[in-house]
């Protein structure tokens, strides 16, 4: 059987790597909602351009599909305030959730964060707890999620913060153990595996 699985966030590490991975896959149909067209990109994907994510549920007879990964994510300091922040890292989200059930979509992986917790005063944390929490109201056990550290791989973009994490867990990585263990950076190939995998599984 031939599965169709729509990929939003395609451009970014680990969305870039989901749809790869499931490139490779005979048996998966893969497409992925962009606002501009990805240069160089497989001929064998399938590319749906939607300039204005806030306007997803519009397209929804064309985004019919089996599976949906949400790999959206940005950083308060590249969407520029808090507010532009939420935008992107809860509204789109939860509109995808939304589609879930007006496209009849099985199964949906969502990229989160290692400490999620909407009653966190953390506000990033506090925000994909809130991402987790609103979109399980919407689609239950169709939703899949995955709370990954420190992201491990090369990006398109250059993110301060995160190339200096990366340098020390690169260094000191090893040094975090036991119930530290868990906040050891993890490479975004690992994370678009596990996703994938875990999404499927729901099918």
Do not use: H
Not at 88 to 96: E, G, R
Not at 130 to 140: F, N, Q, T, Y
Request: with cysteine.
């Amino acid at each position: 059987m031939i599965i169709k699985a729509i990929v939003f966030g395609a451009t970014g590490l680990t969305g870039g790597l989901v749809v790869e991975q499931l490139l490779e896959r005979e048996d998966i149909v893969v497409a992925a909602v962009v606002r501009e067209r990805i240069k160089d990109a497989s001929p064998k994907l399938e590319q749906i351009i939607i300039k204005d994510f806030s306007k997803l549920e519009q397209y929804a007879p064309e985004l019919k599909a089996d599976a949906y990964f949400c790999c959206i994510g940005t950083t308060i300091n590249k969407a520029g305030s808090k507010d532009k922040f939420l935008r992107t890292d809860l509204a789109i989200p939860v509109t995808i959730a939304r589609l879930v059930n007006a496209t009849g979509t099985r199964a949906a992986g969502f990229v989160s964060s290692i400490g999620a917790n909407a009653a966190s005063k953390n506000f990033y944390l506090s925000t994909k707890g809130k991402m987790e929490r609103e979109v399980e109201k919407i689609i239950g056990e169709k939703s899949v999620f995955v709370r990954p550290s420190l992201l491990m791989g090369k990006r398109k973009e250059f993110r301060f913060g995160e190339t200096l994490g990366m340098g020390f867990m690169k260094v000191f990585g090893w040094a975090l153990i036991g119930p530290l263990k868990k906040y050891r950076g993890v490479y975004a190939s690992d994370v678009a595996r596990e996703l994938i995998s875990l999404t499927m599984s729901k099918l």
